[in-house]
């Protein structure tokens, strides 16, 4: 048996026969592996700390050591008290450095400390609580106090994973153990691998890639190998074999880093073609001109970048130290390299009195709205007007921002939403043409409070963008079902009050050919529906409005796609049974009925489609749409369909492919013997 079998032995007998003690050490048994280790001794009136060792020879630990020794051999020990806890530190004093040529008291071997320690507390004569501790340090691998000069021969060098696999024996499954017929593990000995010598695994798994893959032109062509194989076979090192986590050294192309801020040049960058709707506005020193907008989980991000053509409207929670003024007086860049100086008015929020006088925050924005002025693709003006006032410090204010998009020929009266075409976001224009009253725009519901239909506020429908929104309806138990269909419906239809829909976003009114007509499916005065059976009962209630608008791409203007509106169509796509839902008598003479409404956008193509031939309809196997298989795109690459490459590397890969093909036919079995009587060997 080995002096560590005898030593594990000898703690185990002594734990067991120690069981009976009283022991209030945390924890009670160490496994050392580093030069410190620390113990905890609580609810104890120990005071007199011994460390002993125990002997190489025999193994035996003293049964009662209150000497107070806290000093042997290559050990020290120190004890620190807080309260009723006694806190013990056990530390390595001796050097972990491996013998090398002229360095003395140095460990001989790898494993240099294989020792069994003890401390022992005592009161008095007594022992009342004891600590083991088995101590297995490995030279190279401690932390400790390490002492000398490092040699070379010693430094842990890490082999370069291009030329090295990152795993050079798979089957190596247990760590610090031999794993059977596993020749290439480390942990098996010579002994050990002469059991299973014969008997190793092979291939992959086992760590054995030979002999290389029949790809590789080293290999030899077999019997059975094509007589092109000379041709088209693979030059490659065994460095890149695909096996065992082999790496690739190839030529390697350089990520893209995309950055929030625009690289910093020397010279404003000029924008000779303008903005179009979507890009970023930028300032003369060519950053991004910045407004607060909504961020993730309801709060606000104080620098983010202004759309062209994109309104804004936010509100932003502050405190005062976040209720500065956000207004810069940067020039913006207006597109065509002219300089935009913002004009900045300020208001002053009157309000009563504070209670925190002597304390408020001053100068504290509580409103900005923002005005762009723009024609066609640049910036004409930018006006700004700011609402500042006073606050408490302890209190929390709501900010609103606001920006708008103002085209340089349209009144304060009448925004347009485009020119020609409608501008993706912009509010749809709407107009009653039988009367004077000015341009609209189409509204949905806008869910504010206890989201009533009698209170709630309305929003822009905006162009290209579907939407749902719905309120609650307050229906009075008085009524009759007929009363209630005629009062959802009229609901509903206050939504779209008017009769005709702007074609164009600078649709005017005195042009009749800019506006389409609003149909109309099943409006409410044609309901004809019974009365319910039961009291408090009414089937067939409408409670869904379906607002679907045609569009289509007519065109282009300066190269960007003008979409127009060819049809609005407003119908009750859906009906409900409405209940009175308290089952006796309820508690008021009103309940609730919640409606809603749904807009969708369909875009049309702007010409009718291609008809199929008839080869399409009868031979539907060819057909890429419905097969997985499409024999038609066979030379897709070499198409201008495709895109991946430019075109002219295209062609010269495939004349190159086209060449080697029919290389390789010439040199075949056929044309090789045609030829072999005009060779005159």
């Not at 002999?211 to 190998?225: E, H, M, R, W, Y």
């Not at 194989?229 to 050294?249: A, K």
Request: hydrophobic fraction near 35%; aromatic fraction near 8%.
């Amino acid at each position: 048996m080995s002096l560590r079998g005898i030593i594990w032995g000898l703690l185990w007998l002594f734990g067991a026969g120690a069981q009976d003690e009283e022991r209030d050490f945390q924890p009670s048994f160490i496994h050392m592996s580093g030069t410190i280790v620390t113990a905890s001794l609580t609810n104890s009136q120990a005071d007199i700390f011994s460390l002993a060792v125990a002997d190489n020879e025999t193994g035996l630990l003293p049964l009662s050591d209150c000497s107070g020794r806290n000093r042997t051999d290559g050990w020290s020990l120190r004890v620190t008290h807080q309260g009723n806890v006694s806190k013990v530190t056990v530390s390595l004093t001796t050097h972990l450095q491996l013998c090398v040529s002229n360095i003395t008291d140095c460990c001989v071997e790898a494993l240099c400390v294989l020792q069994s320690l003890q401390v022992s507390a005592c009161q008095g004569r007594k022992v009342v609580a004891r600590l083991l501790i088995q101590a297995e340090i490995y030279a190279n691998t401690s932390s400790g106090n390490l002492t000398g000069k490092v040699e070379a021969e010693n430094a842990t060098m890490i082999p370069n994973q291009v030329f090295h696999p990152l795993g050079s024996c798979p089957c190596n499954l247990t760590a610090g153990a031999c794993d059977i017929q596993c020749c290439c593990d480390e942990d098996c000995t010579l002994e050990m691998k002469q059991l299973f010598q014969g008997s190793c695994f092979e291939g992959v798994f086992g760590g054995n890639v030979n002999p290389p893959f029949n790809q590789l032109c080293s290999v030899k062509p077999g019997i059975l190998a094509s007589d092109w194989f000379p041709f088209l076979c693979v030059q490659s090192p065994l460095n890149n074999s695909p096996f065992l986590g082999y790496f690739y050294d190839g030529s390697i192309s350089p990520s893209r880093v995309s950055s929030f801020k625009l690289p910093l040049q020397t010279a404003p960058r000029k924008l000779s073609n303008g903005y179009k709707q979507g890009d970023p506005i930028l300032t003369v020193q060519n950053d991004y001109f910045t407004v607060p907008q909504p961020f993730i989980a309801g709060s606000c991000a104080r620098n983010a970048p202004v759309s062209f053509l994109r309104d804004i409207e936010v509100e932003c929670s502050a405190t005062c130290k976040e209720g500065g003024n956000f207004v810069s007086n940067i020039a913006i860049n207006g597109g065509v390299g002219d300089n935009i100086t913002p004009e900045v008015t300020y208001e002053e929020r009157r309000s009563t009195p504070l209670p925190c006088a002597g304390k408020e925050c001053r100068n504290v924005t509580f409103a900005e709205d923002y005005t762009v002025v723009w024609e066609g693709r640049r910036i004409k003006e930018l006006r700004v007007k700011v609402l500042y006032g006073e606050m408490c410090p302890e209190e929390t204010i709501t900010q609103t921002f606001t920006l708008t998009f103002v085209s340089a020929g349209a009144t304060s009266m009448e925004e347009f939403s485009g020119n020609p075409g409608y501008q993706l976001g912009k509010p749809v224009r709407a107009a009653n043409l039988t009367s004077s009253a000015p341009v609209t725009t189409l509204k949905l519901w806008k869910p504010v409070g206890e989201n009533l239909c009698s209170s709630g506020n309305l929003t822009p429908l905006l162009f290209g963008f579907g939407s749902i929104s719905g309120c609650v309806m307050e229906v009075s138990l008085a009524d009759n079902c007929t009363q209630l269909r005629e009062d959802v419906a009229a609901r509903l239809n206050s939504l779209v009050q008017v009769s005709h829909v702007g074609k164009r976003g600078n649709a005017r009114k005195n042009i009749s050919d800019d506006w389409v007509e609003v149909l109309r499916l099943n409006p409410s005065s044609s309901t004809n529906t019974s009365e319910g059976i039961l009291r408090g009962i009414c089937p067939d209630v409408p409670a869904h409005l379906n607002i679907q608008i045609i569009t289509a791409d007519v065109g282009a203007m300066e190269g960007i796609p003008q979409e127009e509106i060819l049809g609005v169509q407003i119908s009750f796509s859906t009906t409900t049974t409405w209940q009175v839902p308290c089952a006796l008598a309820c508690p008021e003479n009103f309940t609730s009925f919640p409606i809603s409404a749904a807009v969708e956008f369909i875009k049309v193509p702007a010409q009718p489609p291609v008809p199929k031939t008839r080869f399409q309809i009868n031979y539907t196997e060819y057909d890429c749409r419905r097969n997985d298989v499409c024999w038609p795109r066979l030379f897709y690459p070499m198409t201008r369909y495709y895109t991946g490459e430019p075109y002219p590397h295209i062609l010269a890969k495939g004349l190159v492919l086209v060449f080697f093909v029919l290389l390789a036919v010439v040199l075949c079995g056929p044309w090789n013997g045609t030829l072999h009587p005009w060779n005159p060997s």
